[in-house]
């Protein structure tokens, strides 16, 4: 069967379609190896940052042993100002916090654990500023606002820990029934094999029997 287009007919075609369409056929090209490469860039300057963000990070633990505590502050303050999306910074504000903590500042305690708890990256770490920060507003005798703090909805992950703190600050309000409760789903929340389950069972233990209302 003959072709039903001469050669010349077909070249003639070929020029009218690259006429019609070539021009967005490169730019199409153009735009998808702008994104091919751009998508390597950013990539590869997010592991950067990452990577001299961990750099940072392995210092200020050094200097924390080390005892170099204003070191430790002024390592981490640069990891927070100049690298916040990793989450190293959040890390570090934790560090701060804990060098606060033991230096007795309690209000830079709040401020670091408030930062980690509004900025980090890593849903672990914002859980654990969390908690941390409940812990020390009760130790203020602020325990309306550490059970305010800790009441959120998302706690994956984290369950058994929300409801061991919440029990322990019903206690601190004598609400022994409520905290009974708590430290009962604290236990069902925490694996079966685990060994803090004997301090949850004490936990509860220590309330007593449940008395009749």
Known sequence: MSDPYTEQEQVEKLKQWWKTYGSALLVGIALGLAILFGNKYWTDYKQQRAAAASAL???LLQDYRKKAFDD??????KIIDEYSETPYAGLAAMMVARVSFDAKQSEEVQRQ????????????TRHAARLRLARVLAADGKIDAALALISIKDTAGFESDYEELRGDLLVAKGDKQAAREAYARAIKHLDATSSYLPVLNMKLDDLGPETDT
């Not at 430790?72 to 303050?77: L, P, S, W, Y």
């Open 113 to 124: 654990l408030r930062w980690a708890i509004d900025h980090a990256s890593d849903g672990g």
């Open 72 to 77: 430790v502050r002024k390592t981490a303050g």
């Open 57 to 59: 990070y392995d210092q």
